[in-house]
């Protein structure tokens, strides 16, 4: 039964078909669909022209018009609708020289990469499976369509979707594909590093991590891409936060540059530096200083990558939550007093000794030496910073 949350792309299928028209649900949807997974983002594929659905429609967006891609807005929701086509020749290994509109669904389907995502669905339910994507899942295959080569030819990104693909559904890469890969390895490196950086972000989030980094590593993808990358050291890992992921791929390397490799964003990056920093902590012996520096969803991380790297651990994560929620104050800046005060009851001119003062009073109440109260932390100042 088609899934009532498609009820909007199976309204636009009709309306597509009632002005004379094929349209059918393709691409990852009904592979999922098939597995039965819950899968939201639904695309459309139609015999009609950008031109023709636009005439269709009351609403629709120009979102990719020049590959045949038009948004429908139905009731709020945009639909992606995209006309039949063949691809030219992909000179740069990443994109079509040239896009031909057709009116044929089979030849729009022989150019998708894997016989899974190469499958159709009409509007009642109805397979049209050109490549025995069925049989390819039930089989758990990942296979590309037609000859391997060309698919990668086309598009080199397509070796590091196996691979994901692979970690997502725990499926074996095919023979003859996975040969492909190995002769053709070197040409990721003539992909953007934003689009490797996605793919790798969807492996090391995969539920089978390590058999993606495995297949990096035996297919020959990994000697092109920066960064070492052991399946060994991945097993038993397993996050769903992306840059939990990235974070652990840094620590396994010694190397948060890496990050800058993959044209990371500086929050993956702040997270990374912050995530290093309190698993040194943790293996020298957390202080009340390093818990009031580090948020417990760092903390949390670190102490997950301890354990899956085998560290010495004496302290429980319990103990390391109790330790922190105990604390006199949860962040500097709770401190009850600022740059302002310290200057007020020093004589001495503005100068890098406010910051250090503050850090100093930060560690005095987090260590219990002074209470957290303005006039107490006034008198600590006069009695070991102002005359010290």
Known sequence: MIPKHWQG????????????????????????????????DVDIATSALPEEIQ???????????????????????????????TESTYSDHRRPDAVHF???????????????????????????????????????LICAVGIAAERFGEDALRMLRAVRFAAQLNFTIEAETFA????????????????????LSKIFTASHVAQGIHYLETSGLAAYLPGQFDATAWHNF??????????????????????????????????????????DCLI???????????????????????????QEVTITWQEVQQRKQ??????????????????????KKRGPWIKETLEAAVSAVVNGEVTNDKQQLKDWFHATIDEG
Not at 57 to 81: A, S
Not at 113 to 118: E, L, P, S, W, Y
Not at 186 to 198: D, F
Request: aromatic residues 8%.
């Open 9 to 40: 792309a199976i309204d636009v299928i009709k309306s597509i078909e009632n002005a004379g028209f094929e349209a059918f649900i393709v691409g990852g949807a009904v592979r999922d669909y098939y597995l039965n997974k819950k899968n939201h």
């Open 55 to 85: 005439a269709i429609f009351p609403q629709t967006i120009d979102v990719g018009i020049e590959h045949g891609t038009v948004l429908v807005m139905h009731k709020g929701e945009p639909i992606e609708v995209t006309t039949y086509r």
């Open 102 to 140: 057709v009116r044929n669904l089979a030849e729009d389907l022989k150019r998708r990469d894997f016989t899974m995502n190469a499958m159709a669905l009409s509007q009642t339910g109805e397979y049209i499976d050109l490549y025995e994507g069925r049989k390819h899942i039930d089989e758990q």
């Open 180 to 199: 492909a890969i190995g002769q053709q390895a070197t040409s990721i490196e003539l992909i953007a590093m934003e689009r490797i950086q996605v793919e």
């Open 238 to 279: 397993n996050s769903d936060n992306r840059q939990v992921g990235w974070a652990y791929f840094c620590l396994v390397n010694e190397d948060a540059t890496l990050l800058t490799n993959y044209r990371c964003s500086n929050k993956d990056k702040q997270f990374t530096k912050l995530v290093l920093e309190a698993y």
């Open 284 to 310: 020298r012996g957390v202080k009340r200083i390093d818990l009031l520096r580090f948020d417990l969803d760092v903390l949390q991380t670190a102490y997950q990558f301890m354990k899956l790297r085998k």
């Open 326 to 347: 105990a604390l006199p104050i949860q962040s500097a800046k709770e401190l009850a007093i600022t740059g302002q005060d310290v200057m007020m009851w020093s004589a």
